[in-house]
């Protein structure tokens, strides 16, 4: 079974869409706005190992829904088989991560606004800090899966007045940086360490 993390453009709720029959690709429609939304999920790459996990519930072809705190779950169940667990899958688990005064946020798939905690902010990683410089939507880091297990993260400008800056290494507006593990990322008067 395959599993993907997607975020809807239109009203950014973030969806886990599960593929048990493991097809190319998925139609189905947003739960919050009702937007259509095609998911791609890449080829497998490893054979399918012994399951790890069975469901004693059965399965139907139908879809639901489950409302967590923040964020809505959207599982597409589409086949009768158990949970299979691959290595490729295990590894998934392992995000990369902002740390920030010893408190760490984890970054998701695909873009990951970043900002100074705030009852008006938008930002998906709001970092606990009262610094003024950091803005409530500071920059942007999409990570991407390299298919491989590993991820790549890119740093790039949210459109804020205040400075960001890698290692020392100014940002201008525009620059789309390749973070590493261990990466210094000041926003404002701020250090959040990069970590894979």
Do not use: W
């Not at 947003?30 to 399951?51: D, G």
């Not at 086949?79 to 295990?90: C, I, K, L, V």
């Not at 970092?127 to 942007?140: G, V």
């Not at 940002?171 to 000041?186: E, P």
Request: glycine share 6%; charged share 25%.
């Amino acid at each position: 079974m395959q599993i993907k993390r997607i975020k809807c453009p239109k009203c950014n709720v973030v969806l886990d869409v599960k593929n048990s029959k493991e097809r190319p690709e998925l139609l189905l429609n947003c739960p919050r706005c009702r937007t259509e939304l095609l998911v791609k999920f890449p080829p497998r790459e490893e054979p399918i190992e012994a399951p790890t996990f069975c469901d004693a519930k059965p399965k139907t072809n139908q879809s639901h829904q489950s409302v967590g705190s923040e964020n809505f779950s959207f599982e597409t169940q589409l086949g009768d088989t158990p949970f299979q667990s691959t290595s490729r899958e295990r590894s998934k688990a392992k995000l990369p991560k902002l740390i920030c005064n010893g408190e760490t946020y984890v970054l998701s798939e695909g873009e990951n606004v970043i900002g100074r905690r705030a009852n008006t902010s938008l930002a998906t990683i709001q970092i606990a800090c009262t610094d003024r410089f950091m803005s409530r939507q500071h920059c942007i880091i999409t990570i991407t899966d390299k298919q491989d297990g590993t991820y790549k993260a890119v740093l790039s400008n949210y459109q804020n007045k205040n400075d960001t800056s890698i290692n020392g290494y100014k940002i201008d507006s525009g620059d789309a940086i390749v973070l590493n593990d261990g990466n210094t990322i000041t926003m404002g008067h701020t250090n959040v360490i990069y970590h894979t």
